[in-house]
C-alpha cells in the first residue's frame, strides 16, 4: 500500500493593522494654533502625521499654524479665502517621499494683493521627491506660495507651474543635494513669477 504525505502549507498574516492615510482638515477650534492638538483637525481623534494629507480650508482670519514639534506629512493643500493666508511655522516639516504642497485656486473676484499668500516659515525636509504647485497666475499682484525655511534633504523637487503660479523659495537652501525642475517656462516668466530686466 502506497502512503501520500500530503503537506500543508499554513499562510500566516500579520496581526498588525494596515497603515492607511487619513485626510484632515484644519478646523481650529481648539483655539491654540498647534499642529498635534487633536481638537484642531476635523476628524479630531488625532493630528497629521507622516502618510497623512493636510487640507488647509477657506477661512475668515489670518491662520498662522505652528507645528509644535517636527511633523510629517505626504502632503498640504493650501484652499484659503482671500484675503486670508495660511502661515505654517515652528520646528521641521518633513514631506514624504512623492509628496505634493499645493496653493489651489482662488476665485477671480477675490480683489486681493498680497494676502493671498500663503507660507510655509518652517523648515522644510524633504524625504525623497516632491511635487509644489500654485495654481494663481498673479491675478492681483500677490498670490504667492512661499517657502521661507530652510530645505534640507535630496530628490527632485518639481515645481508645477502648467498655471504659471509663483512659487517662491526664500532661504539660504544649501542642506537640499537634489534639484529643482520646473515644468514650464515662458519668456519673462519663470514659474509664474514676474522677472524684471
Known sequence: MNRTTIGLVFVTL?????????DYVWSGAAKDGYWDTPANWKPDAGFPRSGDNV????????????????????????????PFSYTLTGNTLTLDD?????????AKDAGMDDAARQGISSDLKLAGNATIGNENRWYFGGELLDIRGHISGAGT????????????FL???????????????????????????
Open 55 to 82: 487640507m488647509l480650508p477657506p477661512t475668515t482670519a489670518k491662520v498662522t499654524i505652528n507645528l509644535h514639534g517636527d511633523q510629517a506629512v505626504r502632503s498640504v493643500t493650501f484652499n484659503p479665502q482671500a
Open 98 to 106: 512623492g509628496g505634493q504642497i499645493r496653493f489651489l485656486q482662488l
Open 157 to 168: 523637487i518639481s515645481i508645477d507651474s502648467e498655471r504659471g503660479g509663483c512659487v517662491g
Open 171 to 197: 532661504s539660504d537652501n544649501s542642506g537640499f543635494t537634489g534639484s529643482i525642475q520646473i515644468g514650464k517656462e515662458r519668456r519673462g516668466v519663470v514659474g509664474g513669477c514676474r522677472q524684471d530686466g
Open 14 to 22: 500579520s496581526s498588525a493593522p494596515l497603515c492607511r492615510a487619513t
